[in-house]
């Protein structure tokens, strides 16, 4: 229900940028919201070593994924 809320708030503020505002802040609401942002620290294989490339990293989620699931 709160969800619902918030929901109709951004759906507010984001018609409001659009049409009451110049378009230097949309530009800049719209850069801010596409950005993408780091949620934890890099992945670390079974033997304790950070991964660097990507095919290691993968792997390492995969067996993270597959350990949950199973």
Known sequence: ???DGISK???QLELH??????????YRYADQKSKIKD?????VNKTGELV???M???D????HL?????
């Open 39 to 43: 949620n934890g620290p890099p992945p």
């Open 9 to 11: 708030v951004k759906a």
């Open 56 to 58: 290691e990293k993968s």
């Open 52 to 54: 660097t490339t990507d």
């Open 1 to 3: 229900m709160c969800r």
């Open 66 to 70: 597959s350990y949950e699931e199973g």
């Open 17 to 26: 940028l659009v049409r009451y505002t110049k378009s230097k802040s949309l």
């Open 60 to 63: 390492v989620l995969n067996n």
